[in-house]
């Protein structure tokens, strides 16, 4: 088993191909889409593969020491262009090949007219613990 | 015959405090009424004790000076206390009530002080304390057993009060999750039992206000976890027991003339479960709580709730001049100033706030709720076009 973490972004991803922002899409398709992404984490629960999924607040700030009895500095000059993280779900899945799968899944939540989003999502591989076996 | 684990749990105030008051340190004597009642779980399942308390007091009284003994055996010293306990050390209301102190001591933050008072004064384990706000177990022990420690270092003379402990079960009452505890369920019977403990009216209008909430907790969500506002919940699935409790109890509290924040809230919350339909909702009384309850608690949330209220008792632009002088940065003002934008006939500003609603909400529920307004809005705006 391997660990994946599948991340959203709210900025500093592609486009998607089906790119209207949620509040225009219809009242029945945003409840679509909710629908789905709740049945999504239920059906990995069910099948062993989820581990978490968390979703954060477009807020946020960079920080960094600036010396000592200095206050840390906050933000900076790359505020508006910096990524921005939407969320994550954390999978242990058998392969590689199911990670794909399951992100392109989770890529296929209904938007604006019940189509698939097409949303990129990244999936990053977590770093594993070293085997046993190691000859 | 076996035990109702929530009966049991009710023992455990009195009983670490019996044990506090021989003389027992804290941290040492919370940890063996915890044991004990693992034992009991067993122990009971076969009988039931004639008096249980007492049952319980021993064992823990036992675990203890085991637990003292092997401590001081590795500490080369002798072992100071007898098997035996002393005698004539009972535990009055008042030592019950000084645990509720320790727990909400003011040394603690608030997180620390919510999960001790879970454990020490509710019986919860620190595996439950842990589910029900989503933290490693691990962490939830280590965050515990600080809390004792600065407790027994710092505690015995400078305790919390009455008013940290209300902060307190406020916080577990709103906060936290669903683990295998009802978290609102336990805040409103370590509050009612608070009640019995100290007689202030500010107890009993917090215990009140729980109680009105705890009445419309089935209607608030759906199925699925969507939010439904207090306008469009179904009434007739609101706790009609709960809410004559909870309005006899804050009515018994007011008659005393010793006003404060939470019974102001408690009355606030009354007037909404006393309307039957949201149509006779008093909200010219409404007003006049949240003007007493500024007096009390002026913060922006409440001038913003306030808002709200002036919104409904005078019209939607006496509500917008109310919500001119609230805090811009408060959370749900953007939902606040939708709402009223609507009610105003402004539906393209109001579709801009509540898209701005969305982005700012606080957890997951209202985004998605405050997204659904901005979409219903929308789609409106597009067939007048």
Redesign the interface.
């Known amino acids: 088993m391997a660990k994946y973490l599948l991340l959203k972004h709210y900025r500093g991803a592609p486009a998607p191909v089906n790119n209207v922002?949620?509040?225009?899409?219809?009242?029945d398709?945003?409840?679509a889409h909710?629908?789905f992404m709740?049945d999504f984490a239920g059906r990995l629960e069910s099948s062993g593969e989820f581990i978490e999924g968390l979703?954060l607040?477009?807020?946020g700030v960079w920080v960094r020491y600036d010396g000592e009895g200095r206050p840390p500095v906050t933000d900076g000059p790359f505020a508006e262009t910096k990524d921005l993280i939407a969320g994550w779900m954390v999978i242990d899945v058998d392969s590689y090949e199911r990670a794909i799968e399951l992100a392109a899944e989770l890529s296929a939540a209904p938007g604006a007219g019940g189509e698939p989003i097409h949303e990129w999502l990244e999936v990053r591989p977590f770093l594993a613990e070293p085997p046993t076996v190691t000859q | 015959m076996t035990v109702d684990d929530v009966e049991l749990r009710a023992l455990v105030p009195r009983v670490l405090s019996v044990l506090v008051r021989r003389g027992a340190d804290f941290a040492t004597a919370e940890d063996a009424v915890q044991e004990a009642l693992v034992r009991a779980l067993s122990a009971w399942q076969r009988a039931l004790p004639a008096d249980p308390t007492g049952w319980l007091i021993t064992v823990a009284w036992r675990v203890f000076v085991d637990m003292t003994r092997s401590e001081a055996a590795r500490r080369d010293r002798e072992v100071r206390f007898d098997t035996e306990p002393p005698a004539g050390a009972v535990s009055s209301a008042d030592d019950t009530l000084h645990l509720y102190f320790l727990c909400a001591h003011p040394d603690l933050t608030s997180s620390s002080a919510v999960a001790l008072t879970l454990r020490a004064v509710g019986g919860l384990t620190t595996r439950q304390i842990a589910r029900a706000y989503l933290v490693p177990e691990p962490t939830m022990a280590q965050r515990i057993s600080r809390a004792k420690g600065i407790v027994s270092r710092a505690g015995v003379d400078r305790p919390g009060d009455v008013r940290t402990v209300m902060r307190v079960l406020y916080l577990v009452f709103n906060e936290g999750y669903s683990g295998d505890v009802d978290l609102a369920a336990e805040a409103i019977r370590l509050t009612r039992q608070l009640a019995t403990l100290a007689d202030d009216p500010e107890v009993h209008g917090l215990l009140a206000l729980m109680l009105l909430h705890h009445a419309r907790r089935r209607s608030r969500t759906r199925p699925d976890g969507s939010i439904v506002p207090l306008a469009d919940q179904d009434r007739s699935q609101w706790d009609t027991r709960l809410i004559a409790e909870g309005i006899g109890i804050a009515q018994a509290a007011l008659a005393r003339d010793q006003l404060g924040q939470y019974q102001a809230q408690a009355a606030i919350a009354a007037l909404h479960a006393d309307a039957p339909r949201v149509e006779e909702t008093d909200w010219v009384q409404i007003v006049e709580w949240y003007d007493e309850l500024l007096r009390f608690a002026d913060t922006p949330i409440v001038r913003l709730n306030r808002a709200v209220a002036v919104g409904e008792a005078d019209g939607s632009p006496a509500g917008l001049a109310a919500l001119a002088e609230v805090d811009e940065h408060v959370p749900r003002r953007d939902a606040v100033a939708a709402y009223l934008h609507e009610r105003n006939g402004d539906l393209e500003l109001a579709a801009r706030l509540y898209a701005s609603a969305a982005r700012n909400a606080p957890n997951l529920a209202e985004r998605d709720h405050q997204t659904r307004q901005a979409a219903r809005l929308n789609q409106r705006l597009q067939h007048h076009r």
Do not use: C, L
Request: proline share 18%; net charge negative.
């Open positions: 922002p949620m509040d225009q899409w219809k009242p398709e945003v409840d909710i629908r709740r979703a607040s477009p807020d």
